[in-house]
């Protein structure tokens, strides 16, 4: 991607077509399925099998926790090229030196979470209506996660967006999309011809016993569907 050839990608190194193109497939960890494996490890293996964008998403973690478990996993992601992410949390992001923060949708969180980590972070930020997505490009995301497309019990209190809606909120921006929620081998056929960049997995990667085997049939499909 952005980085040297032959060294680590640094923060700052991924541009715009770099980010869309990282975007296929956008793996989200949870600690509920590690069973004695580390995240890092997750993460390794996920990115071994094709995965491309990496995001730290536990809820449970205080600040410091996330911090020190973005310490283990930042080094795979930069090793691989990879950008890293934490939800929501853009303290955690700001110390981590993690790659940028992916947050929800409100007024004033993409400004915020610009303003304190800088032009260089990659923001992404939730959005599930046209009004939404243009109010976060307008605000400065980098990209969009658009879901729930699929009812999942990850985020239980989502509200599910259509296909149809998905496809209006591509069209109406400029920056790229991901979609998100309940997505799987065997859903990922919702995104065909809406115009998103990729997918958003969390168990689908992460729950899997193989994991380097999971996220190689999933960027597999990607590579070979019609987006």
């Given at each position: 991607?952005g980085?040297?050839a032959?060294?680590?990608?640094?923060?700052?190194?991924?541009?715009?077509?770099?980010?869309?193109?990282?975007?296929?497939?956008?793996?989200?960890?949870?600690?509920?399925?590690?069973?004695?494996?580390?995240?890092?490890?997750?993460?390794?293996?996920?990115?071994?099998?094709?995965?491309?964008?990496?995001?730290?998403?536990e809820?449970?973690?205080?600040?410091?926790?996330?911090?020190?478990?973005?310490?283990?996993?930042l080094p795979?992601?930069?090793?691989a090229?990879v950008?890293?992410?934490?939800?929501?949390?853009?303290e955690?992001?700001?110390?981590?030196?993690?790659?940028?923060?992916?947050?929800?949708?409100?007024?004033t969180a993409?400004?915020?979470?610009?303003?304190?980590?800088?032009?260089?972070?990659?923001?992404?930020v939730?959005?599930?209506?046209?009004?939404?997505a243009?109010?976060?490009?307008?605000?400065?995301a980098?990209?969009?996660?658009?879901?729930?497309?699929i009812?999942?019990?990850?985020?239980?209190?989502?509200?599910?967006?259509?296909?149809?809606?998905?496809?209006?909120?591509?069209?109406?921006v400029?920056?790229?999309?991901?979609?998100?929620?309940?997505?799987?081998?065997?859903?990922?056929?919702?995104?065909?011809?809406?115009?998103?960049?990729?997918?958003?997995?969390?168990?689908?990667i992460?729950?899997?016993?193989?994991?380097?085997?999971?996220?190689?049939?999933l960027?597999?499909a990607?590579?070979?569907?019609?987006?």
């Amino acid at each position: 991607m952005g980085a040297a050839a032959g060294g680590p990608v640094q923060r700052g190194a991924f541009s715009p077509a770099d980010i869309r193109r990282a975007l296929l497939l956008y793996g989200v960890t949870d600690s509920a399925w590690l069973h004695g494996r580390t995240l890092a490890d997750c993460v390794r293996q996920a990115i071994a099998g094709g995965t491309t964008f990496i995001q730290l998403r536990e809820k449970h973690m205080t600040t410091d926790e996330l911090v020190a478990e973005a310490a283990t996993i930042l080094p795979v992601c930069r090793a691989a090229g990879v950008p890293f992410l934490i939800d929501d949390d853009v303290e955690a992001a700001l110390h981590s030196g993690a790659d940028g923060v992916h947050v929800g949708q409100s007024d004033t969180a993409c400004a915020e979470a610009r303003r304190v980590l800088g032009s260089d972070a990659i923001i992404g930020v939730s959005a599930q209506t046209v009004e939404q997505a243009l109010a976060a490009q307008a605000a400065g995301a980098d990209y969009l996660g658009v879901g729930a497309l699929i009812p999942t019990p990850t985020k239980p209190d989502a509200v599910d967006v259509t296909k149809e809606e998905l496809t209006r909120i591509c069209a109406a921006v400029d920056i790229p999309v991901v979609g998100i929620g309940g997505l799987h081998l065997n859903t990922l056929d919702v995104l065909t011809s809406t115009g998103v960049a990729g997918a958003a997995v969390v168990s689908a990667i992460f729950a899997a016993d193989d994991i380097e085997a999971a996220a190689r049939d999933l960027a597999s499909a990607l590579r070979n569907m019609n987006l």
